[in-house]
Nanobody, 114 residues
Framework: QVQLVESGGGLVQPGESLKLSCVVS????????MDWWHQAPGKQRVWVAQ???????LYADSVKDRFTGSRDKAKNTVYLQMNSLKPGDTGVYYC????????WGQGTQVIVSS
């Protein structure tokens, strides 16, 4: 079974930064686009970023110019550098394979609060 393990979340103040990691248990998806998703408390999970196999990336308007996706294929890992964090960024962040999603991981919690 392929596993997705997110980490790097935490409690930060507005304006601060975090870098999330998503380790995939196989190299099989290194040539697939990978997505980051955000689920605010009590809300549906929404797409926030996509990192393609060539490391180009797309972002939701809510995070554009603040978040940067990247990946390290040697480590089967996808990253999300989050800068200028806002309270609205609070929630659980998940990664998954684009389009052909597999079982969701546990996610990593981010809390942005004063």
């Amino acid at each position: 079974q392929v596993q997705l393990v997110e980490s790097g979340g935490g409690l930060v103040q507005p304006g601060e930064s975090l870098k999330l990691s998503c380790v995939v248990s196989t190299s099989a998806f290194n040539n697939y686009s990978m997505d980051w998703w955000h689920q605010a408390p009590g809300k549906q999970r929404v797409w926030v970023a996509q990192i393609r196999k060539d490391e180009s990336a797309l972002y939701a308007d809510s995070v554009k110019d603040r978040f940067t996706g990247s990946r390290d294929k040697a480590k089967n890992t996808v990253y999300l550098q989050m800068n200028s964090l806002k309270p609205g960024d609070t929630g659980v962040y998940y990664c998954n394979v684009a389009v052909t999603q597999i079982k969701w991981g546990q996610g990593t919690q981010v809390i942005v609060s004063s």
